[in-house]
């Protein structure tokens, strides 16, 4: 990529945008701040020490979206995250997660047509797998979620695939993601889910930092050597590496392209609640419960696609992960929060 090209990040406050910027790429982005907040902006700006070029836009907004386009004509490349992704939220307002998920990626997409930028970098999930018959996961294995957040990822492939099929100088990485786990190691970027956290790690952080009593381990009867699910914990880091070099591998025009974005190793839940308490250097209390509906046994990613065509391979171990999100919990209890009546930071230009 040249240095006079920009890529356009949507619902980029975080990890992805550092990496970029340490790749000394330009960097403008999209996000209405829904689920992000200035701070991160000012973390993004005070980690590399550059000012980010940051508009408050929602992608279903194709007018607004088109003005920045005009205003950055070297945009090349997007790289699009925007879109809501709680799995059990979406069982309760499909409509929302098909509206800002789907439609929003088509508004994207229709943008990105009427100005000529072709190449895509999409943020989609191992949930697209649903139950997978086979495991280290191939990305041929066979697609179909479970829920309506997963579905959204799977149409939203299939609407860029159809794209790139009908039209040969679009390309696109889909990437699947595994289970994003860890902070920023500086420890000033981290994820402070709003309310009860869904997920694993967010929900152990708290209960290190006594905000919640214990953790409740969904399900002990798996067949799996404890009894208890298996994922495959992803560095964040690593995630926003991998970004990096698909982004790079859209130069080779390879069409549309998938790649499980994953460690290849797959922890239980109570290997997880082990690893994290010892970086926390205390014993974490949980107690087993029954299994959450909707889950499944194993999500562990065969990512040998993307550590051949993506010269990109996870090299942040699990130690370190849990070592990282703890320095970000127990730096910033309760996450980044704007305090009221700050400005926002120089960077950012209102369109909403
Ligand atoms: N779990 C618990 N207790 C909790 C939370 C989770 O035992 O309080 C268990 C779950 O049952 C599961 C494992 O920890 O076995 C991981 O659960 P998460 O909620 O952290 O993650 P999921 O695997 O359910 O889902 C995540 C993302 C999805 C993404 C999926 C892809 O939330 O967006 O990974 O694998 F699609």
């Known amino acids: ?8 990040v949507t619902g980029g406050a975080g990890y992805i945008v550092i990496e970029l910027l340490n790749d000394n790429q330009q960097v403008v982005i999209v996000d209405n701040l829904v689920n992000a907040s200035y701070e ?26 088109l003005q920045v386009f005009r205003q950055h004509p070297d945009i090349s490349s997007v790289i699009h995250f925007a879109g809501l992704k709680a799995v059990g939220e979406s069982t309760q307002i499909p409509l929302d997660y098909y509206y800002n998920n789907i439609t929003g990626t088509i508004s994207l997409l229709q943008a990105m047509k ?24 191939p990305e041929t294995c066979p697609i179909g979620s479970t829920n309506p957040y997963g579905r959204t990822k799977q149409f939203v492939e299939s609407v860029i695939r159809d794209l790139c099929t009908a039209n040969k100088d679009w390309n696109a990485a889909l990437l699947r993601y595994f289970n ?11 994820e402070n889910p709003l309310g009860i956290p869904n997920n694993l790690m967010p929900y ?13 381990v969904y399900g002990s009867d798996y067949p799996t050597k404890d009894g208890t699910a298996i994922r495959d914990y992803i560095n964040v880091v690593d995630l926003s590496r991998g970004h990096l070099a698909a982004l790079k591998k859209l130069a080779d025009k390879p069409g549309c392209v998938e790649y499980n974005l994953g460690t290849g190793h797959g922890s239980t839940v109570l290997e997880m609640v082990h690893a994290f308490s010892k970086a926390v250097g205390r014993d974490l209390p949980y107690q087993l419960v029954d299994r959450r509906p909707g889950d499944v046994t194993n999500l562990t990613a065969n990512p040998s696609k993307a550590n051949k065509e993506l010269n990109w391979k996870a090299q942040v171990d699990l130690e370190e992960t849990c070592a990282s999100l703890w320095n970000w919990q ?17 960077s950012v230009i209102n369109y909403l």
């Open 1 to 8: 990529m040249s240095q006079s090209s920009s890529v356009l």
């Open 330 to 346: 127990s730096k910033n209890p309760n996450g980044l929060e704007d305090c009221p009546g700050d400005a926002p930071p120089e």
């Open 40 to 65: 991160a902006i000012r973390r993004i700006e005070q980690i590399t020490g550059k000012k980010v070029t940051f508009y408050k836009v929602d992608i279903l907004d194709k007018k607004a979206l």
């Open 114 to 137: 009427e100005v000529g930028v072709k190449d895509i970098v999409f943020s989609s999930s191992a949930t697209v797998y649903g139950d997978p018959p086979i495991i280290p996961i």
């Open 180 to 190: 994003p786990a860890g902070a920023h190691p500086s420890g000033l970027l981290g």
């Open 204 to 216: 152990l952080s708290q209960v290190a930092i006594g905000k919640r009593e214990f953790l409740s």
